[in-house]
């Protein structure tokens, strides 16, 4: 008897301690897409299913996948997960669907919510702090996964009951204050995602491709989502996280087991100081760094990372000064402030934008600096990774091998890149100048004097100096950094630029465009003699000189019985004496030729 009872207490035990073990990662999964008072999603509902079936693969314990919640649901999903957390090292939500920010709050949209106003927010919606609080018991991770920052059209009808109440574009900035925390956004905050043409959105093809790498820290595998994202989406969506992790890697999935492997290596806890101070992003951090590590490859990059954060203070303090000289210019000019002072102020505000435009540049400069050092730096680490894993294969073998991790971290020569033709090439980097603008017709593949013109271009007003003669690896990188439109759009005479295409400039009646692209009013022209006209007025002048005269009319007058009248053109009066010639009596005749 006694022993059953302590067999009894034994499998109690084990029990018990199994079904801790069970639920030491789990997962809950929403995807709404149905939606009744706004249109359907097409993708939310098709993207829970393939990051719920991601968890599955990642060994999670307990996934819960649900869609098309309502209000009442979400709750209670949130409540019955939280429940589960307790036990649990690892939690992760991630949602999919509509979401909404409300004066720096962001909200979780269910798919009954009509918000007619800005007050049903809080009685219609799940605020995100309740996915929060579900998450806080974990031990280990809390993870909170968002593609909820969609074009929300619930923002666009809704009436507000307060004029200065602030509703956001995308959702609202957000910084956990519980430790080992991280908050995914699809989009950076303040901006919205794409729900994607495919079947699902880029992020969570980008989750499900990344995330359950074998060993891969969390915060890595977010920077390739990211890098991913930005690349599907041509530049125009950036993946952020929000919140912090400790100094050890925290892998969504653990690696592989192997029997034998190299020994850790001081470039191995390097690495890892670099990429924390990389994902901190801060001077501070950078700093810290550089004094434990002032020589080596990593602190050439982090020098980089500095002159890139120095450069964006730069242009902060060069954007403030030049809005308060616009500010001081359009006082004094309300003020009718003497034409000295309003001068003078004229010339502060016109420098001040040149310098804040000098330091746009030279900020754009130093991203693009450290965003291809980074990429050498990956390229670099695949290479060391690469010769690290043939280099187990061959002491498998019983081949001695050196060990090439310090040796070639500090390379500063990338890796090779991938192979294409001189044509494949051409073709992609005109692609690239075409998207910042450089560029105005397709790509054709062939390097031509109108491409080198084009990447002349990118290098002056992105401040690089390109070799132009041919394509490149480096300008293909240089310009895939820049998000948006570089060379600045030009229009032929009588159209200006709006966004980017040309519009025909329209003036009000009695207005012309002048050379200078302005409207200004019409004048009436007058007749102004050139040397045309005088050499054609003395043509016309000899010509009728040399004309000989018509005959005109005398003047005389001839009477008879009949009367008297003029005498014709062409003839003459002369005066005939009578039949006796030594008598002086006639009569006048009229004679024509």
Known sequence: MGTFRWFSLFFFIWLTCGSAHAERRVALVMGNSAYKSVPRLANPANDAALV?????????????????????????????????????????????????????????????????????????????????????????????????????????????????????????????????????????????????????????????????????????????????????????????????????????????????????????????????????????????????????????????????????????????????????????????????????????????????????????????????????????????????????????????????RIAALPSPTPSPAPAQSPQQLASSVQSELRRVGCLANAENGEWSAKSQRSLTLFNKYAGTKLDTTLASFDALDAIKAKPGRVCPLVCDHGFKADGDACVKIACRAGYRVNDDNECEKAQDKKPVATREDVTKRDAERKKIEATPAKPQSSGQIVCNSAGCRPVSKGCRLEFRRGGNANTHTGESVEVCN
Not at 105 to 119: F, G, H, K, R, V
Not at 209 to 228: H, I, N, S, W, Y
Not at 306 to 314: C, P, Q, S, T, V
Not at 356 to 378: G, I, P, V, W
Request: with cysteine.
């Open 52 to 404: 719920g079936g991601m968890f599955k693969k990642a060994g999670f314990d307990l996934i819960d996948v649900r869609t098309d919640l309502n209000g009442v649901e979400m709750r209670k999903a949130l409540r019955e997960f939280g429940s589960r957390v307790r036990d649990a090292e690892v939690a992760v939500i991630y949602y999919a669907g509509h979401g909404i920010e409300l004066d720096g709050t962001n909200y979780l949209i269910p798919t009954d919510a009509a918000l007619e106003t800005d007050s049903d927010v809080l009685d219609e919606t799940v605020a995100l702090d309740r996915a929060l609080f579900a998450v806080e018991p974990a031990k280990q991770l809390r993870l909170v996964i968002l593609d909820a920052c969609r074009d929300n059209p619930f923002a666009k009808t809704m009436k507000r009951t307060v004029a200065s109440r602030a509703i956001g574009r995308g959702l609202a900035k957000i910084e956990p204050t519980s430790p080992n925390t991280m908050i995914a956004f699809a989009a950076k905050a303040g901006s919205t995602a794409s729900d994607g043409d495919a079947k699902n959105s880029p992020f969570a093809a980008a989750l499900v491709e990344r995330l359950p790498t074998p060993g891969l820290d969390l915060r890595k595998a977010f920077g390739f989502v990211r890098d991913d994202v930005l690349k599907n989406t041509s530049y125009r969506q950036e993946p952020y996280v929000y919140g912090s992790l400790g100094g050890d890697d925290v892998p969504l999935v653990a690696a592989k087991p192997t029997a034998t492997g190299p020994q850790a290596s001081p470039e191995d806890a390097i690495r890892r100081n670099y990429e924390l101070a990389l994902q901190l992003g801060t001077r501070d951090g950078w700093t810290v760094f550089l004094v434990q590590y002032p020589e080596g490859f990593y602190a050439g990059l982090a020098k980089g990372q500095l002159n890139k954060i120095a450069a964006e203070e730069a242009r902060a303090v060069a954007a403030e000064k030049a809005r308060q000289a616009e500010e001081d210019k359009a006082r004094l000019a309300a003020d009718r402030a003497k034409k000295a002072e309003q001068d003078k102020a004229a010339a502060t505000a016109k420098a001040a934008e040149n310098a804040r435009l000098a330091a746009e540049k030279t900020k754009e400069l130093e991203e693009a600096k450290a965003a291809a050092a980074e990429q050498r730096r990956k390229e670099i680490e695949a290479a060391v990774a690469k010769a690290l894993t043939d280099k187990q294969a061959a002491e498998k073998k019983g081949i001695p091998e050196a060990d090439p």
